[in-house]
Structures are given as structure tokens and as C-alpha cells.
């Protein structure tokens, strides 16, 4: 059995965007992502301590401006891989239409 999971970020970011996705679809999307998130920084705690302690004023400065990126960034990364997956299909294929009508066009 050969699955694939195919990554397509530009499609997901269509659907993020698009008004005819439900609300509650982007909002699990986003929830999945924060939660992926969540759990890396729950992961990084260990070796942020570390840091603290050797480099305690670099490794503040850093650690905070890392954190907020990763966690503005980071969801929204997720979401756009996840989003295609969890969408309603028949929304999918539409904005797949869309997308590469668009791209005959060029």
C-alpha cells in the first residue's frame, strides 16, 4: 500500500484564505498547527534552559524573538499543509480548477 501526502503550501494558503472554507475547518487547521507547535517548544525547554544559564542575557533576547516568530509563523506553516487535508473535497477541487485555469492563462 503506497500512501502519498502530498505538500502543497500554495494550495493550503488559497484555502486559508478563501471565504468558502468554513470558518471551523480553519480554525482546526490552525489549532493542529498550534498545537504541533506547543509541543516543539514543550520539546525545546531542556535546551533553552541550558542556554539561560550560560548565556543568560543573549539567550533571552534570542529565545523571545524566536518564540514569538515561531509562534505567529509556525501555525499558519501547519495550517497550510493540513488545511487541504481537513477542507470539504468538493472545495478542494474547485480552487485546484481555479488555481491552474489561472496558470493556463500565463
Request: glycine fraction near 10%.
Given at each position: 500500500?503506497?500512501?502519498?501526502?502530498?505538500?502543497?503550501?500554495?494550495?493550503?494558503?488559497?484555502?486559508?484564505?478563501?471565504?468558502?472554507?468554513?470558518?471551523?475547518?480553519?480554525?482546526?487547521?490552525?489549532?493542529?498547527?498550534?498545537?504541533?507547535?506547543?509541543?516543539?517548544?514543550?520539546?525545546q525547554?531542556?535546551?533553552?534552559?541550558?542556554?539561560?544559564?550560560?548565556?543568560p542575557?543573549?539567550?533571552?533576547?534570542?529565545?523571545?524573538?524566536?518564540d514569538?516568530?515561531?509562534?505567529?509563523?509556525?501555525?499558519?506553516?501547519?495550517?497550510?499543509?493540513?488545511?487541504?487535508?481537513?477542507?470539504?473535497?468538493?472545495?478542494?477541487?474547485?480552487?485546484?480548477?481555479?488555481?491552474?485555469?489561472?496558470?493556463?492563462?500565463?
Amino acid at each position: 500500500m503506497n500512501m502519498q501526502f502530498p505538500v502543497n503550501m500554495q494550495l493550503g494558503y488559497a484555502l486559508l484564505r478563501d471565504r468558502r472554507v468554513p470558518i471551523r475547518t480553519k480554525l482546526i487547521a490552525l489549532g493542529i498547527g498550534a498545537a504541533g507547535i506547543g509541543a516543539l517548544e514543550m520539546l525545546q525547554l531542556p535546551v533553552e534552559g541550558i542556554f539561560a544559564v550560560l548565556l543568560p542575557f543573549v539567550g533571552a533576547g534570542s529565545d523571545l524573538a524566536l518564540d514569538s516568530a515561531e509562534a505567529i509563523i509556525g501555525p499558519l506553516l501547519i495550517a497550510t499543509v493540513v488545511l487541504p487535508h481537513i477542507a470539504p473535497a468538493d472545495i478542494v477541487r474547485q480552487i485546484r480548477a481555479e488555481s491552474a485555469r489561472g496558470q493556463a492563462r500565463s
